[in-house]
């Protein structure tokens, strides 16, 4: 069975500040998708980021980053130089490929309530 | 492009109750699916569509919940009769078929605020 685990509950941070987000996941599949949603006040999930288990090569994405090892299992998020705007609920994802043709579910984290302070 | 539509966008019912949500997708999505999210908890799947058949529904209460999607193209998710436990947020996502199940970032819709009193 698939997990995504997100420790961190809560994070506060002043405008302009780093801020780094923790995922582990857990999956029997050697092939699978991770994904970073952000859910604002609105209630409406945003993808944001998505990655495969067979590219670990980290990327940068404007204010945005990522760092997914295999060996640890993990998937982490950074928000460089963060503003109020970013303050929402993060949700980290998995989902793993089907040989049925089907398209997959998601399985989501707890989520991360992040609140950034001007 | 128009994004997932739902409705209603809150509901507040009394248990024993029954209620309805209406969730129609982004145009061409083969793929629809009922996410359940209890406060403070990830969305969990609760149904998965494609086209007008069901891929998953291994979470669905099936005594209590029963969804369709007549034609491939909106759905509508039923609860009758409702529990206190079932107070929670409805998301509607859509997803387009692709060549690499699970690949494709799923659409959300606002979401259903159902409250059971």
């Known amino acids: 069975a698939q997990k995504v685990t997100q420790a961190q509950t809560e994070i506060s941070v002043v405008e302009k500040e780093d801020v780094t987000l923790d995922c582990v996941y857990e999956t029997r599949d050697t092939t699978y998708y991770l994904f970073w949603y952000k859910q604002p006040p609105s209630g409406e999930l945003v993808f944001l980021i998505r990655?495969?288990?067979?590219?670990?090569q980290n990327e940068i994405s404007g204010r945005y980053s990522w760092n997914f090892q295999k060996s640890t299992s993990s998937f982490n998020f950074t928000i460089t130089a963060s503003q109020v705007v970013d303050s929402a609920v993060y949700f980290c994802a998995l989902s793993e490929a089907q040989i049925t043709g089907a398209n997959s579910k998601l399985t989501f984290g707890k989520g991360i309530t992040l609140s950034v302070r001007p | 492009e128009a994004g997932v539509a739902q409705s209603p966008r809150y509901k507040i019912i009394e248990k024993r109750q029954s209620v309805a949500f209406w969730c129609n997708p982004i145009s061409g999505h083969a793929t629809l699916y009922w996410y359940q999210q209890i406060l403070g908890q990830g969305p969990k799947l609760l149904i998965q569509f494609q086209n007008n058949g069901v891929v998953d529904d291994s979470q669905l209460p099936k005594d209590r919940f029963s969804a369709e999607r007549l034609k491939g193209v909106d759905s509508t998710l039923k609860i009758q009769p409702a529990k206190l436990e079932d107070s929670a947020v409805y998301l509607c996502a859509s997803s387009p078929l692709s060549g690499s199940p699970g690949y494709n970032e799923q659409f959300f819709g606002p979401g259903t605020r159902l409250t059971v009193l």
């Open positions: 990655r495969n288990s067979f590219d670990e």
